[in-house]
Nanobody
Framework: QVQLAESGGGSVQVGESLRLSCEVS????????MAWFRQTPGKEREGVAE????????IYEDSVKGRFDISKDNAKRTLWLQMDDLRIEDTGMYYC????????????RGQGTQVTVSS
């Protein structure tokens, strides 16, 4: 059974940066994609970024393009999300997924990591 452990969240001010990490254990690390989504206050869960494990091709939601960078290390079984120029609207609980279907359904399998951005 796949297990995901997100970390790296925190409280920052507008314009600052955070780097989220997701450690993957269990099988299926070799799934086709890995991704991050978030639960922001008062809104439905929304995708943030995904990366294809084969060619490393990233795809970003429009709201984070140019500010966030998703990357992975297959050997370390780790997924990262570098978040720069954070905005108040980036506040939320961030979850990683190790299956494409979980990204589509926004299914959380870890505890998530909280990001709070204030002015």
């Amino acid at each position: 059974q796949v297990q995901l452990a997100e970390s790296g969240g925190g409280s920052v001010q507008v314009g600052e940066s955070l780097r989220l990490s997701c450690e993957v254990s269990g099988y299926r690390y070799g799934s086709k994609c890995m991704a991050w989504f978030r639960q922001t206050p008062g809104k439905e869960r929304e995708g943030v970024a995904e990366i294809y494990t084969g060619d490393g091709r990233p795809i970003y939601e429009d709201s984070v393009k140019g500010r966030f960078d998703i990357s992975k290390d297959n050997a370390k079984r780790t997924l990262w999300l570098q978040m720069d120029d954070l905005r108040i609207e980036d506040t939320g609980m961030y979850y990683c997924v190790a299956e494409c279907t979980d990204y589509v359904t926004k299914t959380a399998r870890g505890q998530g990591t909280q990001v709070t951005v204030s002015s």
